[in-house]
């Protein structure tokens, strides 16, 4: 089974830890990067022109530049086939969810990030 | 012609009656004609006795001196002297003709001037006396002894006198008094139309000044001319203008005091209802970070939870996954009063939608849900159907799912549970009802049902976050109705609601009214 490349865009330590552990249960091999802020993400995309990774899961309460804000960025250069992008949310507040789905998504889970959820997401994303 | 002449009676009879100037003019000037006619008649009347008396007694007298003259000669049969004296009376003015006549009626003499056909003549007969006594001889005046004498006549003269000259002064007479009756009418009527007019000019310009006060200009001033009544009136009429002015600055001062007060208002208003939004927007702003702040750490304490069970629990012991499973239920606890204040904040900022519905059909719905939920439960429901109220649907959908939530949490004891949805009419208003044989509450708690996170029974009990009755309070309200709960311990509840009618509402028109 070939390895899916992750970027992890998330600032709090312990929903960073709780999102891995449920990532390292995922039958497939997951090759994490982590981004603790919107210009770390950012950065990280620029570095990584030509070699995109597979999947981001995107924060939406991020310090300084908003999720929002961040995927409207990253949406200026790729777009949601090149560059799948999943929500993370810790509540469904439907103003955000509007401007993410306007702006171009794949989907959004809340957290606590639900092992079984998160498998169905990968499954039918993965190649 | 005569047409005209009725036009100028009309108009006449019209401004008399319309005005009062024309009443008193018409009124004296009748008053001065009747005076002065009857005047001149009374004038004319004597001067004619006075004429004719006059003519009377001329005419008499010159009889009796003719016949004075005349008895010696008629006595004797002196011809000459007969003629001689009745000569002298011919030269007389005015005679026409005199006649002498002796004892038997025979004529002795008679001398005339040739009379005219139209003229007119009067005669006077005078005996010619065979005895005369000393007064006779004295004066002429002796008329009233006259017939006493009357068979010792010798003769009789007649002299006819000629009326033209007494006439003709009759006439200048008559119209000297017609001259003179008219010349004083004429003043007369001056004088009225000058009387009528200083009388009623003070009244005229008191109507004028009253009619301009009506048409709104109180300057009016009425000269105050007299010391009489009218003069009174317009002293009055001047202090009640004065008076009105007054009053009308009163009302002005007080119309522009309100107007400004108005605005003062209008300002505050518009103050208020800025802190009122500045309000709103930082609850908003609360139930933002109460929903999103407070629910990350809470779904991280979830996910530790979650985290703890699956790779440690096999290595805790019973009490051990207990106390995990208790962090857990706390943590959902927590969660559920978020929702459910995220919910009363949404409820108040709802934009409302109301429609007439079939509320019937959202309680059988609720009810459904809640069979769905727990099957296991033996709960008897008793739905009115087809009731219509006039409502935003998602709000009463919410307020129902918490009022029939209740209902079906507090039966819980209950077997079988028993749960009654039905309308009664009171004083014209539908009132809608939920009655269940729950566990009830006690009366005295009452004023805290609808205060969020006030709870009447044990969580252990009855599991509840608290806000349930607080949205379907602040639901009821804000369809500008009204509710209330009649509860008895151990026996049940019933929560009672009414909802304002529709516009379109047309079923009993006769008593919204009352």
Known sequence: ?127 | MPTKSLKLGFSFASSLRRSFRVRLFAGITAVILVVSAAFASLLFYHQYRDQLDKKQSEGNLMARLLARDVRLAVFSGERDEIIKSAKGTMAMPDVQAVEIYDKEGALISRLAIEMEEHAHYSSFVAEIPGLINKNFEKSLIVSKHWGENAEASVGTVRITLDDSRAEARQHKLILTAVMTTLCLLALGVFAAFLLARSMTRPIAQLAACAAALKDGDDSVYVPVETDDEIGHLATTFNSMVTAIRSRTKDLEEALEELYQMNIALEGKVERRTAQLAGANRELEAFNYSASHDLRAPLNRLAGFCDALREDYGERLDEQGRQYLARIAATGQQMDRVLSAMLTLYQVQQRAMAPRNLDISELVHAVTAALHQREPERDVEFVIQDDVIVYGDMKLLWLALENIIGNAWKFTLGKAPGRIEFYVKTVDGEKICCLKDNGAGFDMAYYDKLFTPFQRLHNFEDFPGTGVGLAIVQRIISRHDGRIWLESMEGVGTTCCFVLPQGPDHEENPAKEGA
């Open chain 1, 1 to 127: 089974m070939e390895s899916i490349n992750i970027l992890l865009v998330e600032d709090n330590e312990d929903d960073r830890f709780l999102t891995i552990r449920t990532l390292r249960k995922q039958p497939v091999q997951v090759n994490i990067s982590i981004a603790k802020n919107g210009d770390e993400a950012l950065k990280t995309l620029m570095a990584a022109e030509n070699d995109l990774p597979d999947l981001v899961l995107l924060d939406l309460q991020l310090p300084k530049i908003g999720g929002t804000t961040l995927l409207a960025k990253i949406r200026e250069k790729h777009d949601n086939n090149r560059l799948p992008i999943l929500i993370l949310t810790s509540s469904d507040n439907p103003a955000d969810i509007n401007i993410c789905l306007q702006l171009g998504i794949s989907g959004y889970l809340s957290k606590p990030l639900d092992a079984a959820s998160l498998g169905n997401f990968l499954n039918r994303k993965a190649p």
